[in-house]
Each structure stands twice: as C-alpha cells, then as structure tokens.
C-alpha cells in the first residue's frame, strides 16, 4: 500500500509531486505530505485526509524546489495523523524520507536508536529510516555524496521486511538516493529530468522510457545522471524500457469515475488480451512459454494462487484447466499458501495471479515454490512488475492502467488469459475433444462483442440498485462456475458500498445460511449452466418462500418464477460464462455506491496495490 512519488530536475518540483499524487491515492489517502529542498533547508508539509487537503496548506505554491519527494499513505503503524504522515526526518533534520512497506524490526532499531540520543515524535515504522540513516552518516569525518549513500545502504541492510524508499538530504541539493526491497519503485528517465513513482500511471504523462529496480539495487539521481549501484554497492548497468500504456488511458476520459470508466472499456480490454493468442484455425499461441507435452504429462498438480478478486479469477481458471487437461488443479489464497506447508516438488506447476504484479503475499508464495522446486508462471497486468522479475515464466491481461480500487475489467482479463492458458495446454496434450476447444474459442472471441451487449442492462441495473442501496445485508448464490462469480460479485458490493454481503454455494443455503433470510432481503443468484440450472431455481425458491427479493444473471430461457428482477446476458460457454455474468453485478454495486454518496474509486481501508503481508 501507499504511494511514493520523486522528481528531480529542471522545473518546480511540488505541482509534479501534487499530480503524482492525486494519480496514486488509490494506493492509500490517510494521509499526504511532500518534502523539497529549498535553500539551505528541507521544506516538509503534510496533513491528514487526501491529497486535496495537502494542496491547500499555506504555502504549498510558494515552494521553489526542483528536487523533492511525496507520499499518500495507508495506514499501518500510526492511525491516520499529521504527526504520522510521511514524510519523515531525523532529528536534526538532515535527511527527509518517504517510505513504502513495512519494517518489521522497527521496535528493536527504535530502541537502539532512543538509547543513542535520538527522539521519536510519530508511532510509525517509517521514522527509524532517516535516523538511523543519520545515525550511520555521522559515523564519517566528512561530508561526501559516497558517504551518504553508504549509509543508506546501512540503513537498508538493518531492514527487516519490505521498503520502497526516497531520500532527499539539504547537504546534497543536486542529488536522490532510492531504493527497493519487495515494494514497487519505478524511474522514468528524461533529458534533464528524472521521476520516481511506485506505480507507472503517475508518471506516464511525462515519459515513457522507465527503468525498473530489483530487490536492494541503490539509485544516485541528479537531473541529467543515473548510478545504479548492487547491495553491496558496485556500479551496474541497466537496460531502459519503453512502456506501451497510452497516458489519455490513465484518465476519466469523461466518466464520472475510474469504475465506470474501466467496467466500459471491458470490451477492448479483452480484445487486447486475447490478440495474437486465439483464432479459429491455429494452435492457441503463447510466446512466452516452452512448456513442452513431456512437461505438462509429468505435473501431477498445478496450484493457482492468489488474493481477493485475483484468487476469484483463479477459481474461474482452476474449473477450465481441471476439465481441458485433466491435471488436478487447486486454488489457494496466497495468504495461507506459505503457512500450511504445501505439498510442492518439481511435478508442480504453480500459476500466481497479481493484477498489479506487487501483491506481497502472492510473491512471497511464488518464491517458496521456487525453493522447493516448481516451476513458477505469473499472470499480471504490469510488465517488469517485482512478480514477473521473480517467476520463470509470465504472462500479460493487457488490460491498461486499472485505477479504481475495486478492480473491474483486470478481473475479467484474468478470466479470458486463464482460459486461453487452458486451451494451450489442452493443445499440447492432446487432452480434449478437437471440436469443444474450437468452439471454446470461438465464444472466446466474441466475448468483446457481447459484453458490449450485456452492458446495455446499465438502466435496469440503476434501477434496481436505487431499490436495493439502503439495505444492510445481501448474498449471492450459485453453482458450479457460476458460485465463483457470486464470490466475485459479494465482493465488489462488500468493497465499494460497505453491504455486508456473503456468497454461497446455491446447495449450501439449506446447510445453514438459510436461517439469515427473512423478508425483504436481497437474494442474488447467478445461473448460466444449463446442467445446474433447475438445481438453482429451487434454491433460489427456498428464499422466495421466506420472503427475500431476488435478483437473476442467467443466459437460459427460465419461466416466470416469481423473480423480482431477471436480467438476461448472452449465451456462451460455460467457462468463460463469469466474464459476462460478473458485469451487471460490477453495476450494481457501483450505482449502491453512488446512491448512497460514497466515494466509488477510492473506498474506505482499501488500498489498490497491497505490497505488505
């Protein structure tokens, strides 16, 4: 969580640093704050809430400054505060900090550093980084840009956890020291110019020419000068690479939210995915890989890990890959992957899904499988993303930049690139049945088209939630693949309208959550597998019979049960069914939140890219 933002260069850096900003409070808006070098001192302004508050500080426009640093936070150490706002200096006010992650041992630094003289004034983690920076730094007899960046590698080597950090000092006015460790940091590299960032959109308005860090690799940045140094502080070389997002596509582009704008661009967003993998008449292509059919033959298990509406996705994929290619497929969280001690050897395959490529818990899975001998193929939305660096093999959702915290059309991307996956394997083992694959393909490829068609339910939807948006308790009900997408849809209602919303399996109900349903609750069942269809209707009439109002996505032709509301959605193969059936419950939840005055993009406790475990 939280937003880093960096400039260095020819131009007055706060404006740069404010935008940067308000590009990346969907990492974290608790709290904002810059620090910039004027003369001769360190300029540091911050203030709790959003970015719009730090704007409006008395004298934010006065600040001269061409290097500075920037933060929006989401909370951890520290409720929400000035006083734990970063960024944060040492005591003599050397140094200023900005820091993404968490340091694990920083009650034990903090206690070193208060019996070596120094006071602390925040309940945060971050707030050991520039003192025991100074600390170190004051061990040399001379000031000397090599000895600061020395004691940042000090500093960093102390470190236990994750970090992403920015130091800025006024004894160097010309220069910025950066590092990672397990935390997204990016450089966009220009002439005279050079922009820091924890997350690409940020910065894409100025450049498209991006250097991508590794774990404990030191920056020296100047305006017109990059040092790469490794950990142990020896020049290296590192290759620049173009990034192909369209800065327009990081926009509102005239919508009222990022939500709405990105559930609407699901169309080309699969279109994008799926170039160059399917057609009728080829093999299903990914360039990407090699895995061979003695390979895929010798897996006696594949694992697809992953958190929230990613571990959905992958709940979509585990249904296809198990029926296409016959290997036992499992879907694990992330989160508890690593602590249950799986049973993981060289005859694993192990696919982990990461919308923004940093998701700690995910990555953290990724390299334990590799210790114990799987091979490791990531599926991310973010090229030269710290999971894509780690895994042996990845590949991309092309959905373009997803802004909103509650993640839409990633989702679905996720969905479509799981399938295609499926039918490559399938290909190479010769597992399935010629004409299933093609038509699978063939649904597949019309997927752009018809969810062009499903998002015509827009006013039925706003209609429905204007009913629904004061209700305190929904659940979502469904079987087969359709019981991952209810999964999915509980979520995004969870997420951006605090509904307190539970899915189940449609057979469940009877098994005990039955006892919830009383009169003029809100029943939301999903049916397109017409082998389970029926199944659901009399569970969906268990509700009816206590009074429950009932919302129906369905893709058959069902009489007239009694249903509140039924929105009808195109037909198409029952896997990839969740990418159209998930659209009119992405709708609804985002006209609840509206109506009941919430802010869509931006819910409250969440953060988009969740780099801490």
Known sequence: ??????????????????????????????????????????????????????????????????????????????????????????????FSVVHNGIIENYNELREFLTKNGYTFYS??????IPNLIHYYYSQYKKDDMQNFLKAVRKACLDFKGSFAIEVISKLYPENMIVVRQDSPLVIGNCEDEKYLSSDIPAIL???????????????????????????????????????????????????????????????AAIKNTIDSKISLDNKCEFNELNFT??????????????????????????????????????????????????????????????????????IAAL???????????????????????EADFSIYTHAGPEIAVASTKAYTCQVVLMNCLAIYFAEILESSDDKLIKSLKSDILDLPKKIKKVLECDDEIKKFAKKMYREKDAFFIGRGVDETAAREGSLKLKEISYIHAESYAAGELKHGPIALI?????????????????????????????????????????????????????????FISPVLSIIPLQLLSYYISKYKGLDVDKPRNLAKSVTVE
Request: proline share 3%; hydrophobic share 30%; aromatic share 6%.
């Open 1 to 94: 969580m939280c937003g880093i933002v960096g400039y260095i260069g020819t131009k007055k850096a706060s404006p740069i640093l404010l935008s940067g900003l308000s590009k990346l409070e969907y990492r974290g808006y608790d709290s904002a704050g810059i620090s910039t070098i004027e003369k001769d001192f360190l300029s540091v302004m911050k203030d709790k809430g959003r970015v719009e508050n730090l704007s409006k500080i008395r004298g934010i426009d006065k600040l001269e400054g061409t290097i500075g640093i920037a933060h929006t936070r989401w909370a951890t150490h520290g409720k929400p505060s000035k006083e734990n706002s970063h960024p944060h200096q040492d005591n003599s006010k050397t």
């Open 293 to 362: 059919k003695k390979y895929l033959q010798s897996l006696n298990k594949i694992y697809i890990v992953a958190c929230g509406t990613a571990m959905h996705a992958g709940l979509a994929g585990k249904n296809t890959l198990e029926k296409l290619c016959r290997i036992p497929t499992e879907a694990d969280i992330a989160s508890e992957f690593r602590y249950r001690d799986p049973i993981i050897d060289n005859k694993t395959l192990c696919i982990f899904i990461s919308q923004s490529g940093e998701t700690a818990d995910t």
């Open 123 to 128: 309940q945060t983690d971050t707030e050991v």
């Open 518 to 574: 009383e009169k003029g609750v809100t029943v939301i069942g999903i049916m397109t597998d017409e082998e389970l269809v029926k199944k659901t209707i009399s569970n969906i009439q268990e509700v009816i019979t206590r009074g429950a109002k009932t919302l129906i996505i369905t893709n058959q032709k069902i009489d007239d049960k009694g249903f509140d509301k039924v929105i009808e959605i195109p037909k198409t193969n029952s």
């Open 367 to 389: 390299k334990l499988s590799k210790e114990k001998g799987a091979k490791t193929l990531a599926i991310t939305n973010v090229e030269g993303s710290s999971i894509t660096r």
């Open 205 to 267: 308005p100025y450049t498209r020419d991006f250097y991508l860090l590794n774990d404990l690799e030191f920056v020296v940045l100047s305006k017109d000068k990059i040092e790469f140094y490794d950990k142990d502080l020896n020049k290296i070389e590192k290759e620049i690479k173009e990034i192909e997002w369209d800065a327009a596509s990081s926009e509102k582009d005239g919508y009222d939210d990022y939500m709405l704008k990105e559930i609407y661009e699901q169309p």
